[in-house]
């Protein structure tokens, strides 16, 4: 017999958006938590589901914590981080409710019946700080394209040299 217990999400860039979006509806709807591990790319999961309703589901998600791998250098999953990192010093500051507003609605989430998919209550975050090399010999637009391709790319992560901190973000 198969179980939800031995399924996992997984994905990178616009697979982890799309298994972000799966297992958000497996949390809020069947209230199945699946283990996943996302490759991150944050932006394009409102290709994933756009219409999805608005509910509470931040309340729902709230024990669905995945694991996010994030490298800051990637502008396209980066603000993941400081997403997390800005809602823990806000609640240190003694501003929880305005985190708890502003963490749970987008911009767009507030004038429209949408929700913002790319939010999370809670995440394990794995941030590769190892330094870039591939782009020190490159100059120009060419620098920059190759200095995106490593931060992006999915080899980062199995890396020898690779050097990563952890974190652990619970709601």
């Not at 997390?84 to 409710?97: D, Q, R, S, V």
Request: hydrophobic share 40%; net charge neutral.
């Amino acid at each position: 017999m198969i179980s939800y217990q031995n399924v996992w999400l997984a994905g990178h860039s616009l697979g982890s958006s799309l298994a972000l979006a799966v297992g958000r509806e497996m949390a809020k709807r069947f209230k199945v938590r699946l283990e996943t591990y996302f490759l991150w790319t944050a932006g394009l999961t409102a290709v994933a589901a756009a219409d999805v309703i608005k509910t509470d589901s931040f309340d729902a998600l709230s024990d669905w914590v995945p694991h996010l791998f994030i490298n800051p250098a990637d502008p396209l999953c980066s603000e993941y981080a400081g997403y997390f990192e800005h809602k823990e010093y806000m609640e240190t500051i003694g501003e929880g409710e305005i985190v708890r507003v502003s963490t749970e609605n987008s911009i767009r989430s507030i004038f429209s019946s949408r929700e913002a998919l790319h939010l999370l209550p809670s995440a394990h975050i794995t941030l590769n700080v190892t330094a870039a090399t591939r782009s020190k010999e490159a100059h120009g637009i060419w620098e920059k394209w190759l200095r995106f391709k490593e931060a992006h790319g999915i080899d980062q992560w199995w890396r020898r040299e690779l050097r990563v901190k952890y974190k652990h973000y619970q709601r």
